[in-house]
């Protein structure tokens, strides 16, 4: 079993700053990828950033620039840094990882809020 604990979402003003935190636990013996994903009222689920084991990184279109994702191996967690939010990035925001050979898992999801 994987269980993946997801910190850091909240409310915040437009042109603040949040930090989301993922860490993971749990029978694996190899994380691939780690990302996060966010998914709006309305709209469907996109990626927001992804990086692989070893630090190669991609970003969706909308957050580049403000966003930076970064993941610590030794203690299975991956971080993401939120910058300049925008009331356009207010989604729930869930951690993916690629586990083993190929698996996916979800974490429940955390709710980023910015609104004045």
């Known amino acids: 079993q994987v269980q993946l604990v997801e910190s850091g979402g909240g409310l915040v003003q437009p042109g603040g700053s949040l930090r989301l935190s993922c860490a993971a636990s749990?029978?694996?013996?190899?994380?691939?990828?780690m990302g996060w994903y966010r998914q709006a009222p309305g709209k469907e689920r996109e990626l927001v950033a992804r990086?692989?084991?070893?630090?190669?990184?991609n970003y969706g279109d909308s957050v580049k620039g403000r966003f930076t994702i970064s993941r610590d191996n030794a203690k299975n967690t991956v971080y993401l840094q939120m910058n300049s939010l925008k009331p356009e990035d207010t989604a729930v925001y869930y951690c993916n990882i690629n586990y083993n050979w190929g698996l996916d898992y979800w974490g429940q999801g955390t709710q980023v809020t910015v609104s004045s």
């Open positions: 749990g029978s694996f013996f190899k994380i691939n990828a």
């Open positions: 990086i692989t084991r070893g630090g190669s990184t």
